[in-house]
């Protein structure tokens, strides 16, 4: 390993253990809350299973880092697959996930007098069942998807190189055009929640004007609230789908690649301890944690 390696070594392997440590203690912390109360409310499903996923993704940028810094032997190339298994996997449910949730914020918060609206509005529970299970017909339409009964093991795969170069080809990412499309949908659907939060905020202040109120009322902030998270999220994915694209172009250079997936490793990061830190519940059992460590 060159000197650059080692630096991303340092950078992607802290950015495992903090990211798996936030994501960890989202699981734990909505888990208890569920045994406490006896309510496990739509929101806190949809956390935890975003850090779910969001520990499985980095445990498959882990791997496909690992593939890429040493030497491409034929173990190496069974850890470059079950790498991209896992990252295809949890990549596409993470971006789905948070999408979802930013969504959830959308319907939850924003106020509009539009019957289509006002319908889903009433129905949004089940509007984003009905969407994260039409997820697994967008999740089947990658065309490089992994094919797990072509991955062997044994030393026979060594010396025949047309199937090394096949297995090469069925694990790499996904077609970068193809890549992009699918992941776009989730990106404008993202979006397309800020913006609509960002025009019932506008119209809201309108209204507390018009009335000659303050512009610190509960509505008011609440929106401002869900706005820093949405937009949180829509950053960091934008930021994560675009080293994607550029590790994509640069298998073949090592550098790159690695830079860019430190940088990617940015968004499931940052992003659940946005969470954390935007999540009432989450916050008070943070503190509370900081507090008996200190103790």
């Known amino acids: 390993m060159n000197l650059l390696e080692w630096?991303?070594?340092?950078?992607?392997?802290?950015?495992f253990l903090l990211g798996n440590c936030a994501n960890i203690f989202i699981i734990l912390a909505n888990a208890i809350n569920c045994i406490k109360r006896r309510k496990f409310s739509s929101t806190d499903r949809m956390i935890t299973a975003l850090a779910?996923?969001?520990?499985?993704?980095?445990?498959?940028m882990l791997l496909n880092w690992h593939s890429t810094v040493f030497t491409a032997d034929t173990y190496n190339v069974q850890i470059r697959a079950w790498g991209r298994i896992i990252w295809t996997v949890t990549n596409h449910f993470s971006n789905w996930l948070g999408t979802m949730l930013s969504m959830f914020y959308l319907f939850k918060i924003a106020n509009f007098?539009?019957?289509?609206?006002?319908?889903?509005?009433?129905?949004?529970?089940?509007?984003?069942?009905?969407?994260?299970?039409?997820?697994?017909?967008?999740?089947?339409?990658?065309?490089?998807m992994v094919n797990i009964k072509k991955?062997?093991?044994?030393?026979d795969y060594e010396e025949n190189v047309t199937l090394k170069n096949n297995l090469k080809d069925i694990t790499s990412f996904a077609d970068i055009h193809i890549f992009g499309l699918i992941n776009i949908i989730p990106f404008c659907i993202s979006l397309t929640c800020v913006l609509l939060l960002i025009y019932s905020l506008v119209k809201h202040l309108r209204n507390m004007k018009h009335h000659s109120k303050g512009c610190q009322d509960p509505s008011t902030m609440v929106h401002i609230k869900a706005l820093q998270t949405v937009i949180s999220f829509l950053v960091l994915y934008a930021t994560y789908a675009l080293c994607v694209v550029i590790a994509g172009w640069s298998l073949q250079n090592s550098p790159v690649f690695l830079l860019c997936m430190a940088i990617g490793?940015?968004?499931?990061?940052?992003?659940s301890f946005i969470l954390i830190w935007g999540n009432q519940k989450l916050k008070q059992s943070l503190l509370l944690f900081l507090k008996q460590v200190r103790c």
């Open 151 to 155: 991955i062997g093991w044994g030393s």
């Open 265 to 271: 490793a940015v968004y499931p990061i940052g992003h």
């Open 52 to 60: 779910i996923s969001r520990i499985g993704l980095l445990s498959g």
């Open 113 to 144: 007098s539009n019957p289509l609206f006002l319908h889903l509005k009433r129905k949004i529970e089940k509007v984003l069942l009905v969407i994260f299970l039409g997820t697994f017909l967008v999740f089947v339409s990658y065309p490089g």
């Open 7 to 15: 630096i991303v070594a340092i950078i992607i392997i802290t950015e």
